[in-house]
Each structure stands twice: as structure tokens, then as C-alpha cells.
């Protein structure tokens, strides 16, 4: 049964510092990994999907890798401002399924 | 940029009722899911349907849980007699296809609210 952990649960960190969230997740016979930005009271927005294949995806300043045989994966943030305070939640599939597993999430704050 | 519509944004139900929540997925997406994420818990999957099918559903999704596909555009979550458990925001999420390399996109989500 997939299990994914999210670490820390929460970050504070002054606006223009670079920073990485780390999922972990128990099963790594995944054929990808999907990283989420959630706004208070909002829906889940997909930031980055990786690839089982793939070691690293980047959009724009965020970087995701994957490294299956340690079941972990990062988020690096660069140049953090205000606007990427959010909750960011990890999502690996459940093995052989569709559905995907979720982390609890890293609730992020960027002060100005 | 097409995206995943949920309608309403807040259902407020007596305990004992139905509800039907209500999501329009992407145009050309072929499976669709349902989650929920309980306040300050994980989103946990309910369910995914292809074909006009199920093709997996959790624990949570027992008798009182229904999906449908009533016509080309819509997709419907229903519970048939809501407990005070059920108060969740409710995901909807549709993808292309499964597995590799297209993502699940989600919609805002419906809060519902079981008094």
C-alpha cells in the first residue's frame, strides 16, 4: 500500500531565498509522481508532473526530481516571493491503480 | 487553458438528505475521479470511472456513494443519505489518459457541509 510523507509541514522563509519541500513515498513501483500547489479553501492546481523515467522536470523556477530506489522526491523553489505561499501537496499512484496518494502537504510562507 | 469545473462551490445539507455534486471535466479527457480532503486531512481518493464504468473505488465509496455520467459533458458524485462524516471538500479530477506522462487535473472543489 502506497503511503506518502511530506516534510516539514510547514516553512517560513523571507522572500528571494531558494528552498526544497521532500516527499517521500513507501511504494516506488510508481510510473510517475505529481506535485500540487493548494491555495487556502481552493483546488488543487498541478505544478509539475515527473516521470518515472525522468529524473528531474522544471517549470519555470520550481525543479522536481525523482529518485525511485530512495522512494524520494524534491520540490526546489527558487527565488521564492509572496505569491508562492500556498500548501503544496505531493501525490504518488497507488501501485498498479489510477488513484493517487497524497501527502498532507507542506504549508509554505514567503514573507515579504 | 481548459480546466475542471465543480458546481456548486458550497452545498450546505440537512443530515439524511441527498446531494448531487456536480463537475464538467476537460473536453477530451477520458477518466475521471473523485476525491475529498476532510478539514486539515489528506486527499484521499473515492473514486475513478472510464467508460462509463467504475473502474476502482476506495473504502469510503460504499452503497450511499453513486457516479454518473448523465450526458457528454458532465460527471456526478451523489450520496444518497448524507451522515455528518460526509462534510469534505469534494474534488472532481479528469485526465487524458491513464499512467506516464498526462497528469490528473483538478477543479476547485465543492465544500459541502452537513448539518
Known amino acids: 500500500k502506497q503511503e506518502v510523507t511530506q516534510i516539514p509541514a510547514a516553512l517560513s522563509v523571507p522572500e528571494g531565498e531558494n528552498l526544497v519541500l521532500n516527499c517521500s513515498f513507501t511504494?516506488?513501483?510508481?510510473?510517475?509522481l505529481q506535485w500540487f500547489r493548494q491555495d487556502p479553501g481552493k483546488g488543487l492546481t498541478s505544478l509539475l508532473l515527473i516521470q518515472s523515467s525522468q529524473r528531474e522536470q522544471t517549470s519555470g523556477r520550481l525543479n522536481a526530481s525523482l529518485d525511485k530506489s530512495s522512494g524520494r522526491s524534491t520540490l526546489y523553489i527558487a527565488a521564492s516571493q509572496p505569491g508562492d505561499s500556498a500548501t503544496y501537496l505531493c501525490?504518488?499512484?497507488?501501485?498498479?491503480?489510477?488513484?493517487?496518494?497524497f501527502g498532507k502537504g507542506t504549508k509554505l510562507t514567503v514573507n515579504p | 487553458e481548459p480546466e475542471v469545473t465543480q458546481t456548486p462551490s458550497h452545498q450546505v445539507t440537512q443530515m439524511g438528505q441527498e446531494v448531487i455534486l456536480r463537475c464538467v471535466p476537460i473536453s477530451n479527457h477520458l477518466y475521471f475521479y473523485w476525491y475529498r480532503q476532510i478539514l486539515g486531512q489528506k486527499v484521499e481518493f473515492l473514486v475513478s470511472?472510464?467508460?462509463?464504468?467504475?473502474?476502482?473505488k476506495s473504502e469510503i465509496f460504499d452503497d450511499q456513494f453513486s457516479v454518473e455520467r448523465p450526458d457528454g459533458s458532465n460527471f456526478t458524485l451523489k450520496i444518497r443519505s448524507t451522515k455528518l462524516e460526509d462534510s469534505a471538500m469534494y474534488f472532481c479530477?479528469?485526465?487524458?489518459?491513464?499512467?506516464?506522462?498526462?497528469?490528473?487535473?483538478f477543479g476547485d472543489g465543492t465544500r459541502l457541509s452537513i448539518l
Open positions: 470511472f472510464y467508460n462509463n464504468e467504475i473502474s476502482e
Open positions: 511504494d516506488s513501483a510508481i510510473y510517475n
Open positions: 501525490a504518488a499512484p497507488q501501485g498498479g491503480s489510477e488513484k493517487l496518494v
Open positions: 479530477a479528469s485526465s487524458e489518459v491513464v499512467y506516464y506522462d498526462q497528469p490528473q487535473h
